[in-house]
């Protein structure tokens, strides 16, 4: 199996700052049609996932573009120019170009 | 809109049977892989089956093979999953999410408490 690991696991920011978390893959996630499939989630306190991210950099419709996905090959990036109040939650990257899917622990960003 | 809203979910006593559903509206379901996740409460998310668009095509997690069974029924724009031989471990809220390679909706989640 593919193993997602995310860092850090808990991420403190200060409203209006940067905030970076990373998600690497045990294996390239190039898909052989030629996509990266490289998804980056929100989960906000008590509600569902929501995709933020997907095929590595596109930002999904009504997702601010404070959101930006990066990466290549096994090392990928999730940043936020400049968090919001609204922004508390765990976010995940997860890999749907190998069986079976798998989800990285995820990060807790909270506001200091 | 986009919709997708599980049931199913509740109390279930270890080596029970339960099985869930998950209506979709919004869009066209036919044209559409469908995929199965679930979160332990406060742990993180677990991917557990998907199936094609058609049905032909199922995928599993080892941890549910061959007790879990994922079907669509296209004329009723309905995803299911059969869960038999239940354990304790499988307590968690099962999400449906719409797509196989980046699941761009979920449901609400429904919670099945597997305990005797």
């Known amino acids: 199996d593919v193993v997602m690991t995310q860092s850090p696991l808990s991420l403190p920011v200060t409203l209006g700052q940067p905030a970076t978390i990373s998600c690497r893959s045990s294996?390239?996630?190039?898909?052989?049609?030629?996509?990266?499939?490289l998804n980056w989630f929100q989960q906000r306190p008590g509600q569902s996932p929501r995709r933020l991210i997907y095929q590595v950099s596109k930002r999904d419709s009504g997702v601010p573009d404070r959101f930006g996905g990066s990466g290549s090959g096994t090392d990928f990036t999730l940043k936020i120019s400049r968090v919001e109040a609204e922004d508390v939650g765990v976010y995940y990257c997860?890999?749907?170009?190998?069986?079976?899917?798998?989800f990285g622990q995820g990060t807790k960003v909270e506001i200091k | 809109e986009v919709q997708l809203l599980e049931s199913g979910g509740g109390l279930v006593q270890p080596g029970g049977s339960l099985t869930l559903s998950c209506g979709v509206s919004?869009?066209?379901?036919?044209?559409?892989?469908m995929t199965w996740v679930r979160q332990a409460p406060g742990k993180g998310l677990e991917w557990v089956s998907s199936i094609s668009e058609s049905g032909v095509n199922t995928y599993y997690a080892d941890s549910v093979k061959g007790r879990f069974t994922i079907s669509r029924d296209n004329s009723r724009n309905t995803l299911y999953l059969q869960m038999n031989s239940l354990r304790a471990e499988d307590t968690a809220f099962y999400y449906c999410a719409r797509g196989i390679y980046g699941l761009a909706y979920w449901g609400q989640g429904t919670l099945v408490t597997v305990s005797s």
């Open positions: 294996q390239s996630l190039v898909h052989s049609d030629g996509n990266t499939y």
């Open positions: 919004g869009f066209t379901f036919t044209s559409h892989s």
């Open positions: 997860m890999q749907g170009t190998h069986w079976p899917r798998t």
